[in-house]
């Protein structure tokens, strides 16, 4: 019994949750302007947890051919056979609708809405449409990654804002040059699958240029909360360190690729790693800067 509810908590991809609840919970605190109800933060980040651990679970479902093709992913549950196909779409539906019903009763229905958006575009638009027909598939399809941004501020608010327009924009452009040096790493991967990630298709000095683009837009974006009046000194200086530091790194990586390095010593996986603690430090800041003004 231990190992399949152990599958079952894979299929929702805990790791990758945190990382959407990294960018819900302090959108709350901003909305607050302050410390918001504790029993909101409680629902919303577990109505949060449901929703993206079945688009998760729907998105193994679908991808479960490829998954089996791919080094990194041959160990899913439904892969191994730990979990049946329909087990895993039950799975999954369930956690739609039961994410979908909690937000409405427990937070508001605007974020129930928001909530079940992001489930059906990372599972219809992206998995079954973009990802294996298009090198803009984490593009466009990252726009699911961007609405618990949306979804924080809903559940303080009960509307939107341009404060969260700012910061839905800041993950829009994060999510590529995050996720492109990782698959720069395990291209063979989605070339094996036949996954047109824009590595596959591209030479690395091609999305060396892109990753390098992106971060400055996302760089740019970032700074205009300040000036629009929704933070003060302490989040624009995290910001302009943090965005500093990530142009930094994307940078050099552009000029490893432009000098037709290649393996280990592209070092591509230090701007991935270094993006996780950029969007957790810059959301941290978005949480701790109202009270600091």
């Given at each position: 019994?231990?190992?399949?509810?152990?599958?079952?908590?894979?299929?929702?991809?805990?790791?990758?949750?945190?990382?959407?609840?990294?960018?819900?919970v302090p959108v709350m605190?901003?909305?607050?302007?302050?410390?918001?109800?504790?029993?909101?933060?409680?629902?919303?980040?577990?109505?949060?947890?449901?929703?993206?651990?079945?688009?998760?679970?729907?998105?193994?479902?679908?991808?479960?051919?490829?998954?089996?093709?791919?080094?990194?992913?041959?160990?899913?549950?439904?892969?191994?056979?730990?979990?049946?196909?329909?087990?895993?779409?039950?799975?999954?539906?369930?956690?739609?609708?039961?994410?979908?019903?909690?937000?409405?009763?427990?937070?508001?229905?605007?974020?129930?809405?928001?909530?079940?958006?992001?489930?059906?575009?990372?599972?219809?638009?992206?998995?079954?449409?973009?990802?294996?027909?298009?090198?803009?598939?984490?593009?466009?399809?990252?726009?699911?990654?961007?609405?618990?941004?949306?979804?924080?501020?809903?559940?303080?608010?009960?509307?939107?804002?341009?404060?969260?327009?700012?910061?839905?924009?800041?993950?829009?452009?994060?999510?590529?040059?995050?996720?492109?040096?990782?698959?720069?790493?395990?291209?063979?991967?989605?070339?094996?699958?036949?996954?047109?990630?824009?590595?596959?298709?591209?030479?690395?000095?091609?999305?060396?240029?892109?990753?390098?683009?992106?971060?400055?837009?996302?760089?740019?974006?970032?700074?205009?909360?300040?000036?629009?009046?929704?933070?003060?000194?302490?989040?624009?200086?995290?910001?302009?360190?943090?965005?500093?530091?990530?142009?930094?790194?994307?940078?050099?990586?552009?000029?490893?690729?432009?000098?037709?390095?290649?393996?280990?010593?592209?070092?591509?996986?230090?701007?991935?790693?270094?993006?996780i603690t950029y969007v957790?430090?810059?959301?941290?800041?978005?949480?701790?800067?109202?009270?600091?003004?």
């Amino acid at each position: 019994m231990g190992p399949l509810v152990m599958g079952f908590v894979a299929l929702t991809k805990p790791r990758i949750i945190e990382l959407l609840l990294i960018t819900t919970v302090p959108v709350m605190f901003l909305a607050e302007q302050g410390v918001p109800n504790l029993w909101l933060v409680l629902a919303t980040c577990f109505g949060g947890y449901l929703s993206a651990g079945g688009a998760n679970a729907l998105n193994m479902w679908y991808d479960r051919d490829i998954d089996a093709l791919m080094e990194r992913t041959r160990s899913r549950p439904l892969v191994t056979g730990l979990i049946s196909p329909t087990e895993g779409l039950v799975f999954g539906v369930s956690l739609a609708v039961i994410s979908t019903v909690w937000f409405g009763l427990l937070v508001n229905w605007l974020s129930a809405a928001l909530s079940l958006g992001a489930l059906l575009f990372y599972v219809v638009v992206y998995t079954m449409i973009l990802k294996r027909r298009t090198a803009q598939n984490i593009v466009w399809g990252g726009i699911a990654g961007c609405l618990p941004v949306l979804i924080g501020w809903s559940s303080v608010t009960n509307s939107m804002s341009w404060a969260a327009v700012i910061l839905f924009m800041v993950i829009f452009f994060w999510t590529p040059p995050h996720y492109w040096p990782l698959s720069m790493k395990v291209k063979d991967d989605y070339a094996r699958a036949q996954v047109p990630m824009l590595p596959v298709i591209a030479s690395n000095k091609v999305v060396a240029k892109q990753i390098v683009l992106y971060s400055w837009v996302m760089v740019g974006i970032s700074l205009l909360l300040q000036p629009l009046g929704y933070t003060g000194w302490f989040y624009t200086a995290v910001a302009l360190a943090t965005g500093g530091f990530w142009l930094w790194e994307a940078h050099a990586l552009q000029a490893r690729a432009k000098a037709g390095v290649t393996g280990a010593k592209l070092k591509e996986m230090r701007l991935f790693h270094w993006s996780i603690t950029y969007v957790s430090l810059l959301f941290v800041a978005v949480a701790v800067d109202p009270f600091l003004r």
